[in-house]
């Protein structure tokens, strides 16, 4: 989080996506992980102040709220606050106050004003209880893998983190900054990057670096990698991500529906995870397309397992709500399953009772289908 006041003076459109992902996640997380014999943590490193000089919310608040709404959650939760600046760790606490009016959370929660650099991870230790984390820096310094690492090691543990795109790619350009790119990438991938980024044209180094930061994280711990990508509230460019790293993959498929449900959506349902503003995206409509759309290819996916070959729809699902690699859903899948239906690519051999409800066609998790 940003040091300066006025960046907490009104809450942008980006902002207030970003802290409705990571405390939507947070419920679904919690969720799942109070029904085990155990406390459960929440970290936030860059926690800011909690409220913007507009009154909205940030996700340090939200997640106050959710844990404040279930006595489980009241009595389980365990939370730690940092930022480096000991304005904003003081701003919110007064407000956590205001909110655990009775002092439900006061001996539960932890505040720090410790600066967050590439060393950081060496300082941790991390009861052994599943915890999510949060990391909102406003640039990079700081952000390592090995930190990333240190905070999902523990069972049940996931982490949420800013990754600021637009300064990273502008450091590529500058062995200024090469160590702090080397504590994202590593030495190694950094030297490579900078390599593939020769000659490249803005459009074409995103994907290089996104792929990059992405094997960087699955070399250690992160098994799973979901990036969502928010624009510039000054132009039309890429700022920054926010990016998911867990270890299970039902924590994937939680995630993906999460960002699918915040993203934009072309004609079929098919999200981008990237969250279009007003400011850039107000005026632009669908374009036409003769090249094939996402759901072209998602039915050129499903017929590549093969002629003759019965599943599960619910297990199909499954398989791209947990495939990190692509934007696809369960509900994307079913979707493509009914056109494929339709054009006799497919056929629904057992578990559907019904084969239209009110006039439409069903394709229920339940029912097998065939390849034709």
């Given at each position: 989080?940003?040091?300066?006041?006025?960046?907490?003076?009104?809450?942008?459109?980006?902002?207030?996506?970003?802290?409705?992902?990571?405390?939507?996640?947070?419920?679904?997380?919690?969720?799942?992980?109070?029904?085990?014999?155990?406390?459960?943590?929440y970290i936030?490193?860059f926690c800011?102040?909690?409220?913007?000089?507009?009154n909205?919310?940030?996700?340090?608040?939200?997640?106050?709220?959710?844990?404040?709404?279930?006595?489980i959650l009241?009595?389980?939760?365990?939370?730690?606050?940092?930022?480096?600046?000991?304005?904003?760790?003081?701003?919110?606490?007064?407000?956590?106050?205001?909110?655990?009016?009775?002092?439900?959370?006061?001996?539960?929660?932890?505040?720090?004003n410790?600066?967050?650099?590439?060393?950081?991870?060496?300082?941790?230790?991390?009861?052994?209880?599943?915890?999510?984390?949060?990391v909102?820096?406003?640039?990079?310094?700081?952000?390592?893998l090995?930190?990333?690492?240190?905070?999902?090691?523990?069972?049940?543990?996931?982490?949420?983190?800013?990754?600021?795109?637009?300064?990273v790619?502008?450091?590529?350009?500058?062995?200024?900054?090469?160590?702090?790119?080397?504590?994202?990438?590593?030495?190694?991938?950094?030297?490579?990057?900078?390599?593939?980024?020769?000659?490249?044209?803005?459009?074409?180094?995103?994907?290089?670096?996104?792929?990059?930061?992405?094997?960087?994280l699955?070399?250690?711990?992160?098994?799973?990698?979901?990036?969502?990508?928010?624009?510039?509230?000054?132009?039309l460019?890429?700022?920054?991500?926010?990016?998911?790293?867990?270890?299970?993959?039902?924590?994937?498929?939680?995630?993906?529906?999460?960002?699918?449900?915040?993203?934009?959506k072309?004609?079929?349902?098919?999200?981008?995870?990237?969250?279009?503003?007003?400011?850039?995206f107000?005026?632009?409509?669908?374009?036409?397309?003769?090249?094939?759309?996402?759901?072209?290819r998602?039915?050129?996916?499903?017929?590549?397992?093969?002629?003759?070959?019965?599943?599960?729809?619910?297990?199909?699902?499954?398989?791209?709500d947990?495939?990190?690699?692509?934007?696809?859903?369960?509900k994307?899948?079913?979707?493509a399953?009914?056109?494929?239906?339709?054009?006799?690519?497919?056929?629904?051999v057992?578990?559907?009772?019904?084969q239209?409800?009110?006039?439409?066609?069903?394709?229920?998790?339940?029912?097998?289908?065939?390849?034709?």
């Amino acid at each position: 989080m940003p040091t300066n006041p006025q960046f907490f003076s009104e809450q942008s459109e980006q902002s207030r996506v970003k802290a409705h992902i990571v405390a939507s996640y947070f419920s679904a997380w919690a969720g799942v992980i109070q029904k085990w014999d155990s406390n459960m943590g929440y970290i936030d490193l860059f926690c800011g102040p909690g409220k913007y000089g507009d009154n909205n919310l940030s996700a340090p608040l939200l997640i106050i709220e959710k844990i404040l709404s279930s006595t489980i959650l009241t009595r389980k939760m365990l939370l730690l606050f940092n930022d480096q600046d000991a304005s904003n760790t003081e701003r919110l606490k007064r407000e956590i106050d205001i909110l655990d009016s009775k002092g439900l959370l006061k001996e539960k929660i932890a505040y720090y004003n410790r600066t967050i650099d590439r060393d950081t991870f060496r300082q941790l230790t991390i009861s052994q209880l599943p915890v999510l984390s949060f990391v909102d820096p406003f640039g990079y310094k700081g952000l390592t893998l090995q930190l990333i690492d240190k905070l999902i090691s523990n069972n049940g543990s996931d982490c949420i983190f800013f990754f600021n795109y637009n300064r990273v790619n502008m450091a590529l350009n500058n062995h200024l900054f090469d160590d702090h790119l080397m504590g994202i990438f590593g030495e190694r991938r950094t030297y490579e990057i900078k390599k593939q980024l020769i000659g490249l044209a803005p459009a074409q180094r995103e994907p290089v670096i996104l792929e990059a930061l992405t094997e960087a994280l699955r070399e250690n711990k992160s098994n799973y990698v979901l990036p969502f990508k928010f624009y510039s509230t000054e132009m039309l460019r890429t700022s920054h991500f926010i990016i998911f790293v867990t270890k299970h993959p039902i924590a994937c498929k939680i995630m993906k529906q999460i960002m699918y449900a915040n993203s934009a959506k072309d004609a079929d349902g098919i999200a981008d995870f990237s969250y279009k503003d007003s400011r850039n995206f107000s005026s632009k409509g669908e374009q036409l397309t003769i090249w094939g759309t996402p759901m072209d290819r998602l039915i050129r996916s499903i017929l590549s397992i093969g002629r003759g070959t019965s599943i599960c729809v619910g297990d199909l699902c499954n398989r791209y709500d947990t495939d990190f690699t692509t934007h696809y859903v369960g509900k994307n899948v079913q979707d493509a399953l009914k056109r494929m239906e339709l054009s006799g690519q497919i056929e629904v051999v057992d578990g559907r009772k019904y084969q239209y409800r009110a006039g439409k066609l069903t394709m229920p998790t339940k029912a097998i289908i065939r390849i034709k």
